[in-house]
């Protein structure tokens, strides 16, 4: 019972930025993302989630978990650099 519960969390919260600290858009979002995707079996279904069993590396803030591009396509924008403009120090 216990192991079945923690499965259906997703095993990314501790340090996902979208866990941790809501959304760049609202925090009745980040609560919504939170409820539908990281603590539900659906997290296997979060493109931040899949995008990071494909590329090993950290998945930007701007890529939500109901993504409309595909993770292939977050994976090579992540890659490109796509996202580092958004997210200078
Ligand atoms: S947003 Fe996705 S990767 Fe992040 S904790 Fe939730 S389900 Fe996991």
Redesign the pocket.
């Known amino acids: 019972m216990f192991n079945e519960e923690l499965e259906e969390v997703?095993p990314?919260?501790a340090k996902?930025p979208?866990?941790q600290a809501g959304t760049l858009l609202n925090e009745q979002t980040g609560e919504t993302?939170?409820a539908v995707?990281?603590q539900s079996e659906r997290?296997k279904q979060?493109k931040?989630?899949l995008a990071?069993k494909k590329c090993n590396c950290a998945i930007p803030v701007q890529v939500l978990?109901n993504a409309y591009i595909s993770v292939d396509e977050i994976v090579k924008r992540i890659n490109s650099g796509f996202y580092d403009i958004f997210n200078k120090k």
Request: proline letters at 6%; glycine letters at 0%; aromatic letters at 24%.
């Open positions: 997703c990314k919260v996902c979208i866990f993302y939170k995707y990281c997290h979060c931040r989630y990071s978990p």
